[in-house]
């Protein structure tokens, strides 16, 4: 099969590679989109030793199963692998499971390629009018699902106002979910003043250059993850407020915690989603919940080389490139 290969920082390659083989209780899914995550970039820079090259990337895929007794189906998939029996698993909280795997890191190579192997139990099924564009945001989407429904579960009530550090695609999926789960007063930060522009035409929400520090927040989305945006965060969250950390841009710094103490604000590191989050997200999408979905952009597999660096160059408005093999 042809697959785009990580083969060392800032380089990609266009490579036939022999054809995954499904372990049992796997299947066989044919590519037919995947989007570029900032973990992807994290690694082609060579910042993410999760990741060591040669590797084919990507975990945001939608395709259609080949082989298996559902071949045939069209499906989004949940990359995150788990063996369903430890107390995380047992729990419901099996993004936690110690013995997780995720497609495009060893051992499960990733998306960006014409075949990958997943277990079946991860693929949800796509209604025949969802493009696979849209389905492969499941993904991305879930991360943000997952980390409203800790803020529900630590604020107790939908937070009034949110703050966004980050309009990538998480980060303004962060925003949607936000707004299907009860919120009201959602603002976006975003640098980019592309990217900006590109999201204040979407979906309605304020996509401002700034975080304004007039009117605390209740809840601080950080979808960044740089020492900067946390800063920020630990800053302006309201007195008894709470911050959700996604972004994983930078490793250290940057949190005032003294303010964070006497002001008993609340700090959640979030990672991924959970299987029925992810189920949850995905009918959110299919039913409109999330909005039109529709916002991202389209590329050739083989432009993958281009997309990375274009996403690097800030060139690319769009919160979201998926390839098209």
């Known amino acids: 099969m042809k697959a785009l290969v990580y083969t060392g920082i800032k380089t990609l390659e266009m490579r036939e590679v022999p054809d995954p083989i499904p372990g049992e209780d796997e299947v066989l899914v044919r590519v037919e989109a995947?989007?570029?995550?900032?973990?992807?970039?994290?690694?082609?820079?060579?910042?993410?030793?999760?990741?060591?090259?040669?590797?084919?990337?990507?975990?945001?895929?939608?395709?259609?199963?080949?082989?298996?007794?559902?071949?045939?189906?069209?499906?989004?998939?949940?990359?995150?692998?788990?063996?369903?029996?430890?107390?995380?698993?047992?729990?419901?909280?099996?993004?936690?499971?110690?013995?997780?795997?995720?497609?495009?890191?060893?051992?499960?190579?990733?998306?960006?390629?014409?075949?990958i192997r997943s277990p079946e139990r991860n693929l949800v099924a796509l209604p025949d009018d969802v493009p696979a564009a849209v389905a492969c945001l499941a993904e991305p989407l879930a991360c943000s699902w997952h980390a409203l429904k800790l803020a529900h579960r630590t604020l107790f009530r939908p937070p009034r106002r949110v703050l966004i550090l980050g309009g990538g695609a998480i980060g303004f999926g962060a925003a949607l979910a936000a707004r299907a789960m009860g919120s009201q007063d959602i603002a976006i930060v975003e640098p980019n003043p592309a990217r900006r522009q590109h999201l204040a035409q979407i979906e309605g929400f304020p996509v401002l250059e700034r975080a304004p520090d007039d009117q605390p927040p209740d809840l601080v989305i950080d979808a960044a993850g740089f020492a900067a945006t946390r800063q920020v965060a630990s800053d302006l969250v309201r007195p008894g407020g709470l911050i959700l950390h996604i972004g994983l841009g930078q490793a250290t710094d940057g949190l005032n915690i003294r303010r964070m103490t006497l002001q008993e604000i609340t700090f959640i590191g979030t990672y991924t989603y959970t299987r029925q989050d992810f189920r949850d997200c995905a009918e959110a999408i299919f039913d409109g919940r999330l909005g039109r979905c529709d916002w991202s952009q389209g590329r050739a597999l083989a432009d993958g080389a281009a997309a990375f660096a274009d996403i690097r160059e800030n060139l690319v408005a769009a919160p979201k490139v998926i390839l098209l093999p």
């Open 34 to 115: 995947a989007g570029i995550c900032g973990s992807d970039m994290h690694a082609w820079l060579g910042h993410d030793e999760r990741r060591p090259a040669p590797l084919i990337l990507g975990h945001e895929v939608a395709g259609t199963i080949a082989s298996g007794p559902r071949r045939g189906q069209r499906v989004t998939v949940n990359p995150l692998a788990t063996c369903g029996t430890c107390p995380a698993c047992r729990e419901g909280r099996d993004n936690l499971c110690p013995d997780r795997q995720i497609i495009s890191m060893p051992p499960r190579e990733g998306g960006f390629a014409e075949l």
